[in-house]
């Protein structure tokens, strides 16, 4: 009886070890897993940023022309229905989010058109890599993401209005009323009044 449980003993020894084995390489298998992902959501962290930075930049810039241009450019009404180009700080804008989010931005931002509204497009790279792994390479892999914010008008604009007499616009329930003739660029309200800035993808 003692041979045979010592014979016993000695075929599940192997077994164990065999089990053991399998059990730590998942765990490392899932190690890595877990670093990949945790970059990729840091990218995306970082490109959600930086592509909302780069539009909120440019809804400033178009309120402060906005602000010049009323009662002096014809065209004024039509800034308000998000026709409008321009964008100038967009890029550095970008660049400083995905910065404090350690990731670099590729190719600059990006200005593109998400269902008639303008916005920007923004691809990032991480500083970091995944890291060291029983993955060959992960060391010096980054992780990359995109993403796409736009500018949406809050305003229910007559286009067809005279743009050098008063106006009443209608912004999500707030009212605002523009009168070119006696304009002053303070008397506008915060740009997030006027323009929405959200993720569009």
């Not at 959501?41 to 009323?70: F, K, P, Y």
């Not at 029983?134 to 796409?148: L, Y």
Request: glycine share 8%.
């Amino acid at each position: 009886m003692r041979r045979l449980l010592r014979a016993d003993e000695g075929q599940i020894l192997p077994l164990y070890i065999w089990l053991t084995a399998i059990l730590l390489f998942a765990a490392l298998a899932f190690f890595v897993f877990a670093q990949a992902a945790s970059a990729r959501n840091g990218a995306q962290s970082a490109a959600d940023a930086a592509a909302l930075a780069a539009a909120q930049d440019a809804r400033d810039e178009l309120v402060d022309r906005l602000g010049a241009g009323i009662g002096h450019d014809e065209d004024w009404l039509g800034w308000l229905d998000g026709k409008f180009s321009g964008g100038e700080g967009a890029d550095a804008a970008a660049q400083e989010l995905a910065a404090q989010n350690d990731s670099t931005v590729q190719g600059g931002a990006q200005p593109v058109v998400r269902d008639g509204h303008p916005g920007f497009e923004v691809a990032v790279q991480t500083n970091y890599t995944v890291g060291e792994s029983i993955i060959p390479g992960t060391e010096g892999k980054h992780a990359r993401a995109h993403a796409v914010a736009i500018i949406q008008p809050r305003c229910d604009v007559d286009l067809d209005a005279d743009p050098e007499k008063p106006v009443e616009l209608h912004c999500d329930g707030q009212t605002v009323n523009i009168d070119p003739t006696d304009f002053d660029p303070d008397d506008l309200p915060d740009a997030s009044v006027l323009f929405s800035v959200h993720l569009a993808e």
